[in-house]
């Protein structure tokens, strides 16, 4: 069955990076795209980045030029570097595909940016 697990959350200062990871098994990694969503206490679950097939990216104005997707097929593995970390990018971070009309969803990993 499809199992998306992150990892890679903690505790991090304001202006500081890291780097969560998405190890993906029970599908054909290479053939679908994958998104990264965070949802914030008290708020809706929103897109932060999506990385397609083809390696084509897509942001969330609030983390352009701070965020980078990536993916590793080799892995099944996608990314998320987070740099230039802000307090209000504290949230759960997920891990999602898409596929048969159907959403797929990790369990999160939490980030929090505080000093």
């Known amino acids: 069955q499809v199992q998306l697990v992150e990892s890679g959350g903690g505790l991090v200062q304001p202006g500081g990076s890291l780097r969560l990871s998405c190890a993906a098994s029970?599908?054909?990694?290479?053939?679908?795209?994958m998104t990264w969503y965070r949802q914030a206490p008290g708020k809706e679950r929103e897109l932060v980045a999506s990385i397609s097939t083809r390696l084509s990216t897509n942001y969330a104005d609030s983390v352009k030029g701070r965020f980078t997707i990536s993916r590793d097929n080799a892995k099944n593995t996608v990314y998320l570097q987070m740099n230039s970390l802000k307090p209000e990018d504290t949230a759960v971070y997920y891990c999602n595909t898409y596929m048969g009309a159907m959403n797929y969803w990790g369990k999160g990993t939490p980030v929090t940016v505080s000093s």
């Open positions: 029970g599908f054909s990694f290479r053939y679908y795209a």
